[in-house]
C-alpha cells in the first residue's frame, strides 16, 4: 500500500515547532505496511526532493512575487498548492492520500490526478464544513473535543475518526543524573536549581504574556529558581506584543532567565529533560491536543496548564498534572505555581505517573498502528455511508 502525505504549510522535517509538520513526520517513519511519501513546503530547505529516513520527501512552495501577484493583488491562483501535488502524485501513485489541510480541496485535487483514491484529511484546526471542497473518506480529529466541534461544523459523523496527538517516548524521556547535570552545567543553571519553563508559540493566546507575569514574581521570591522558554518570535500582530516585548527586555536582565527560539526536537527534550515544571497558561481554544503537553509529561515534568478543549484529555488534575481553571486569572497562576516550585519532591508521584500515560497511551508507535488500521480499512474499499 502505497500512501502520499500532504504538509502544504510546513516542511518536512519539521524545523519550527509546526504540528502537522510534526505529525506527519512522526507517521510516516512509523508506518509498517504502508509506503509513504510526502510531499510538503519547502520553506528554507535547499532541496526540493530528497529522502530522509527512507522517506521519499518532496518540497513544493511558491515564489514571493507568485505570492504578491496572485495571493495578496488578484487572488486568483493558476497553480494552486493542491495540484502541485496532484502531480507528484500521479507519478508516484499512491493507493491512498492524506492531507494534513482541513480545508484540503479534495473534489479538485483528485479532478487533478485524474483517478479516485481514498482521501483522508487530517483536522489540526477548526473550521466549517463547506460541500464544494468535496468529501473525505475520512476526517481525523486529534481529540474528542475536535470531534465534538467538526460535528458542530457540519462534518459527517460516520467520517470522522478520532486518533490522538502523539510524542516519540524515546526522545522525550526523564533525563539520567548524570544527564541532567551536564544539560544544566551547558546553561550554567545548577543542580539543584528549580527550572519552570514555557514551550511553544510566544503569544498571548497561548498565555506566554501570562507566563512571562509569572516567571518575574517567581524570579522575585525564590533565589534557586531558574526560568527558561523556547518557541517561534514573537507574533507580529499579537495585542500584547509591545507588553511582551518589555517583559522580555526586563527579565531579560536577569541571569536566571533564559529565552530561545524554536528548536527542534532533539534540542527542545534537552530543555524539557533540565525543566522542573512546565507551565501551559494558554487561552487559545485551538488547543485541539497539545503536542506540548504530551511531551511534557513523556519527559517526567510536573504539566501546569489550563483546563479547556483538548487538554482536559490528557491532563488528570493531580494524577498526570495539575489544571488550572482561569488562566486570566495571575493571583491563581502564581500561587499554584509558587506552591509546585516550594512544594516540588511532593509532586514526584504525578510526574512519574505523567511519563507512566505518555508512554501506554500516546507513543507514536500505538497511535500510527491505529492510523495504519484506518488506511487499510479505506484502502480495502469500507466507507460507511451517511
Known sequence: MNVAIYVPHGAVPDTRGFAPAIVAWNHARRLKAAKPVIISARENYACAHEVVDGVPVYRIGEGKMYRRLFRKATRLDPYPLHRRAAKIARREAPDLFHAHQLEFPVADFLRSLGRQVPVVVHAHAVRAFDPALGLAERYIAVSEYTRGLLLGRGYPAGRIEVIYNGVDTSTFIPPRDDEKLRLRRALDVPSDARVVSFIGRKQQSKGFHSFLKVANELLQRHEDVFVLSAGPAL???????????????????????????????????????????????????????????????????????????????????GATGLLIKDSSDLEELVEITDGSVRNLAATEGIRKAAREYAVSTFDWNIITRKLERLYEDLVGGGCPSI
Open 235 to 317: 507574533y507580529e500582530r499579537d495585542a500584547e506584543r509591545a507588553s511582551i516585548k518589555q517583559l522580555l527586555a526586563t527579565l531579560g536582565e536577569n541571569p536566571r532567565f533564559r529565552d530561545f527560539p524554536a528548536l527542534q526536537h532533539d534540542k527542545l527534550s534537552s530543555i524539557y529533560k533540565i525543566t522542573d515544571i512546565v507551565l501551559l497558561p494558554t487561552q487559545h481554544g485551538g488547543e485541539q491536543h497539545p503536542l506540548v503537553v504530551v511531551e511534557a509529561m513523556a519527559s517526567g515534568c510536573l504539566t501546569i496548564a489550563t483546563a479547556m478543549a483538548g487538554i482536559n484529555e490528557t491532563i488528570r488534575h
